[in-house]
């Protein structure tokens, strides 16, 4: 169905939400169905971080709100790539991506 929390057949549930929100927000299966949810929030991790330090979270939080764990370049998942040099430069790459 259009609502469905599965991927379609061929395609993992990773694979889906990196297409959906990119390389910048690494989330796991929500209960949240996008008709559903009212508020998406930003979760920015503290210095030397990765959006692991959210897991969980989203368990907690009503289904009307989604929760977007930001993986930051040069961590976790994204290690390979640069870190960022500035926050303006990260914000604004984070900003063009969503």
């Not at 989330?27 to 929030?41: C, E, F, K, L, Y």
């Not at 368990?59 to 040069?74: N, R, W, Y």
């Amino acid at each position: 169905t259009a609502h469905s929390t599965l991927p379609p057949r061929g395609c993992t549930m990773s694979a889906m939400l990196k297409k959906r929100y990119g390389p910048w927000v690494d989330q796991g299966p929500t209960s949240s169905i996008d008709h559903a949810v009212r508020m998406r929030v930003l979760a920015i991790p503290q210095a030397g971080m990765g959006a692991w330090a959210f897991h969980g979270w989203q368990a907690a939080l009503p289904e009307t709100v989604e929760l977007l764990p930001v993986e930051l370049p040069g961590r976790n998942s994204r290690m390979l790539e640069p870190k960022g040099q500035s926050m303006r430069q990260l914000v604004t790459a984070l900003v063009d991506a969503l």
